[in-house]
Each structure stands twice: as structure tokens, then as C-alpha cells.
């Protein structure tokens, strides 16, 4: 595949093209370009993100003001970033141009819901489970030997389609959204409704922290620690479905995506670059903790 090829894919109708603003437009309008056979379009564009991502961090771990310590954070975020550009604009698109613009969107009305909702929530949830990789080098290793039994040594890189053959990475990224969703939910009752004596009116905006459900005693053994292995054929989380609703036969244990006719329609795409970007890093570094004050804590600050 060509990487002119995304250009054509927008001209075909691949690529983003909001109006208007409408909540139930914007959803049907992701879900289209969230479709697979639009996701393939954009392999080239993966790819470039991923080894301007990799060339990034190897010039700061060869860096000697840096100590051999990369900042991966920054260096996550402007990867992504780009990424969702690409997807949202097509190729050719200047980056300083396009940071100008989601700069003032933000400003203005809110956060452009692809740059938005494709960079900051994704990138979060890849720092957190590069941490964890970090807190947990037999877990990082056992990701690399199953990378390894997949694709070999000598492939250019861990491609989409090697992604559904990964069990234990798969594991990991459950176990990683399960500690650690990015994102709260909101829920609007149509209702008035009393919880815990208090009153809340129809149509009240109510968060609810993700993270309580994930960490429920009653439905997680040991639900703050970092097990992946509870999500594979064998594990306590064996079924637990990200599209889980209500009176369907799946109990609802997590939903870091939400649930429901509201739940995020972008899940596809976020799973598919996290499963993507940790793969490969783990590949291409072993990812070991700093020391000092850029040491990891993994305690979620409010």
C-alpha cells in the first residue's frame, strides 16, 4: 500500500467531515470512519507515527544531556497527536497549523472530538500501560516473547494484522483499562431520581469514576494489582466483554469505553493503537524506570 493512498482515502469518503456539531451525527459520521475497512486506509499513517515515535525516543536515550533518559510522555502525545491529524485531515496537512487550530478550538468551543477524543484519552491509557510494563518487567517480558513467537525477529514491525494473534497483549491492555480509564462517564438521568438520600433533578450531569467499577472487591480478586493473566482463558476476567450492556448476557465488570447506545465509538480504533504502539515499543526498547524524581508512581492523582 501506498502512503498516498490515506489522501485517496479521504477524497473517497474515509475521512472525517463533521457539521453542524450534532451529538448523534458526530457519532454515526465516527462510527463510519471507524470502520475497519477505513481503519486499514490509514496503515501508512501508523506506521510514519510510529517511527518518528521510535527515532524520537532513541535520540533522547543517546542524548547526553538526557543521562540515556527518554521523556516518553511528550514524545506519546506528539505521536498520537499526528496520527489523529492524519486521520482527521489527510496527508499534507502542517502540523503547526493544525496544533493552531485545535489550540483554538479548545479555547473556543471545546476540544475538536477526533483531535480531541483521538489524542488525549489514548495517549493517557498507552502512558499508563508502558508504567505498568515498567513496575512489571516479567510482564513486559512475557509481552516480548509472545511478539517474538508471532512475528519473529526479522519483520519491519508488529502490523495490525499480527495484533489479534496476541492473547497476553491483549491481557495487558484489559488489565491496564481495567486500573485505569481514562476517562469518567456521564450519565443524565430523564428522571428525578434519590441517591443516597440526595435528590437529583432530570437531566443533572452526573460523573461517575469508571475506575470504582474496575476496582470493585465484590467482582475482582485482588482488583488493585496488575494481573493480565486474570484476562486470559484461565482468569477471573475470561469474558468480560468492552461492549457489555445492560440485560445482555455479560455481566457488566468494566466499561472504560462505556456501555450502551452512548458507549465510545472510537473503542475500535483506541484498541487497535494502543494494542499497536505498546506492541512495537516493547519491540524496538526495554523500558526500565528512571530514578529520583522521574521515577513512575502509579497512584492516579485527582
Known sequence: MEED??????ADGCAPSLRGGEEAA???????VFHPSCLRLYAPARSRALRGLVADLREQCTSKSNDGVALAAESMHAAMFGLSATMCFGDGV???????MAATRRSSSGPSLFLGAGTEPPTAELQWIMANLVKHLDVQEAVRREIEAVVGVD???????????MQYLNAVLMEALRLHPSVPTVVMPEDHVVLDGQRVT???IVQFP????GRDKTSWADPDEFQPERFLASGGGNGVSLVAVAGSAGEIRMMPFGAGRRMCPGMGVAMLHLGYFVANLVREFEWTEAEGDMAIDLEPHV
Open 5 to 10: 493512498e490515506v489522501e485517496g482515502a479521504a
Open 26 to 32: 458526530a457519532a454515526q459520521e465516527a462510527a463510519r
Open 94 to 100: 502542517d502540523a503547526g497549523l493544525v496544533r493552531a
Open 155 to 165: 519483520a519491519d514491525e508488529v502490523g495490525e494484522e499480527d495484533l489479534g494473534r
Open 202 to 204: 432530570a437531566g443533572t
Open 210 to 213: 469508571l475506575e470504582r467499577l
